[in-house]
C-alpha cells in the first residue's frame, strides 16, 4: 500500500489551500439553509463541539453544514477541483480558514482506512509537511475517518491543517480544515468537530 500512501500524501498536499478573505458566496446551489438528504446521520464519536449552525454545504453524496460566518465562495481557485468548499469571510488575517473536500471515485483498489493512519504521516513528511501528527480514528455519520494534524508552507504562507479521510461505497474522501497558524489545537479541533458531527451522507 506504500505507493498509494505516496499518492495519498500528494493529494492531501494539495488539498490545503490558501485563500484570501472573501466578502461574498457564490449564488449556485452548492450551499443552502437546509439539506435535502432523506437519510440522517448516524452519530458521530471522537468530537466535542456544539454542531454548526450556519449554511449547510452540499456535495456529491454529502452534506454538512459549517459556522455562520463561513459561505462557498464567490470565486473558486482555479487549478483546484473540489468536491466542495467553504470558507470563514469575517476572517480578517489575510488567510482564511476554510474547509475542502476532494472525493475521488473509484478508491484505489484495497485501501483502508488503518493503512492510510499506519502510513500517511511518514510520507507526508517526506513530502515536506511538518509537525505530523496521526491521531486517533473518529467516526463521522457512521464511517471511520483516518485524522491527522500537520503544518505546512503553500506559495510562502504557513498554515496549520487538520485532515480526515474516509471510504464509503468505493470512494475516498479527503476533508481538510485549513487555519492560521494562530489559531489553536482546541479551537481547530472544536471547528472540524462542529462541522463534521453535521456530515450526512444522501446516497
Not at 1 to 27: I, N, V
Not at 109 to 118: A, D, Q, R
Request: with cysteine; aromatic share 6%; glycine share 6%.
Amino acid at each position: 500500500m506504500r505507493t498509494f500512501s505516496r499518492r495519498a500524501a500528494a493529494l492531501t498536499l494539495m488539498a490545503t489551500l490558501t485563500l484570501s478573505a472573501c466578502g461574498s458566496s457564490d449564488s449556485s446551489d452548492d450551499s443552502s439553509s437546509s439539506s435535502s438528504s432523506s437519510s440522517k446521520s448516524e452519530k458521530a464519536t471522537g468530537f466535542d463541539a456544539p454542531p454548526a449552525d450556519g449554511p449547510t454545504i452540499k456535495g456529491t453524496d454529502y452534506t454538512y453544514s459549517v459556522p455562520a460566518s463561513w459561505e462557498t465562495p464567490k470565486n473558486k481557485p482555479a487549478g483546484f477541483d473540489f468536491d466542495s468548499l467553504a470558507v470563514d469571510s469575517d476572517d480578517k488575517d489575510g488567510f482564511a480558514d476554510n474547509i475542502n473536500v476532494l472525493r475521488q471515485s473509484p478508491a484505489p483498489t484495497g485501501v483502508t482506512i488503518e493503512e492510510l493512519s499506519k502510513n500517511l504521516g511518514d510520507e507526508l513528511t517526506k513530502q515536506g509537511a511538518r509537525d505530523v501528527k496521526t491521531n486517533e480514528s473518529v467516526t463521522v455519520a457512521g464511517e471511520s475517518a483516518a485524522h491527522i494534524s500537520m503544518s505546512q508552507e503553500l506559495n510562502g504562507n504557513k498554515n496549520l491543517t487538520e485532515q480526515y479521510y474516509m471510504l464509503r461505497k468505493g470512494a475516498l474522501y479527503v476533508v481538510t480544515f485549513s487555519h492560521s497558524t494562530d489559531v489553536s489545537k482546541a479551537d481547530r479541533d472544536k471547528i472540524a468537530g462542529s462541522v463534521l458531527s453535521t456530515w450526512t451522507w444522501s446516497a
